[in-house]
Structure formats: C-alpha cells, structure tokens
Nanobody, 121 residues
Framework: QVQLLESGGGLVQAGGSLRLSCAAS????????MGWFRQAPGKEREFVAA????????SYADSVKGRFTISRDNPENTVYLQMNSLKPEDTAVYYC??????????????WGQGTQVTVSS
C-alpha cells in the first residue's frame, strides 16, 4: 500500500500556472497507475487526469485537456500535475490517487489528503 502526500497548491490569478506534486511512500508505486481528482465546494469529486504505470498512457477530463499535463518520475516516487491557463472554475481541492493496477480503468484505492488550488478572476 502507498501513502500519498500532495503539495504545490496555492492562490493564483486566472491565466496563471501551478505545478502540483504527489510524493508516494510504501511499496508498488512504479507498478501503479496514478491519477488526480478534484472537488469544488458543493460539488462531487471529479476525475482530472491519470497516467499509466510507465507514463506511456495518459487520460484527461475534457475540461482540462490542452491545459493540464500529468507526468510521473518513478525513481523519485512522484507524480505531477502541471496546470496552465488556469480558470476560476479550476478552484478546488486537488487529490492524488493510486489505482493499484498498471492501468487506470479501475477505481483508485489510495488517496492523499488534498491540496487547495484557488484561482482568482
């Protein structure tokens, strides 16, 4: 089982950029697909992006496609979310998740505690 710790959130103006990091500890990180999800106030948690165990395959929500990039560094046990051209509607708590499988077609089984991203207009 892996433990996940997100960092990199903060306050940014619309049009700006942030890079979120998720550091994993425990066994198996390099064999698991990883994902980012977000939850805005009063809304359900939603999928943002996912990356396969090798980094060779990625998936994005339509709302972030072309603006966000997910990547991973397996030797460093870290997954990243580069967020560009941020919009006020991107404001949410962002969560890192581990799928416990090589691909991301399953349900994530471990979650971080989240990091707040606030985009001002």
């Amino acid at each position: 089982q892996v433990q996940l710790l997100e960092s990199g959130g903060g306050l940014v103006q619309a049009g700006g950029s942030l890079r979120l990091s998720c550091a994993a500890s425990g066994r198996g990180f390099s064999t698991y697909a990883m994902g980012w999800f977000r939850q805005a106030p009063g809304k359900e948690r939603e999928f943002v992006a996912a990356v396969s165990w090798s980094g060779g395959s990625t998936s994005y929500a339509d709302s972030v496609k072309g603006r966000f990039t997910i990547s991973r560094d397996n030797p460093e046990n870290t997954v990243y979310l580069q967020m560009n051209s941020l919009k006020p509607e991107d404001t949410a708590v962002y969560y890192c998740a581990a799928y416990y499988s090589p691909g991301y077609s399953t349900v994530p089984r471990s979650w971080g505690q989240g990091t707040q991203v606030t985009v001002s207009s």
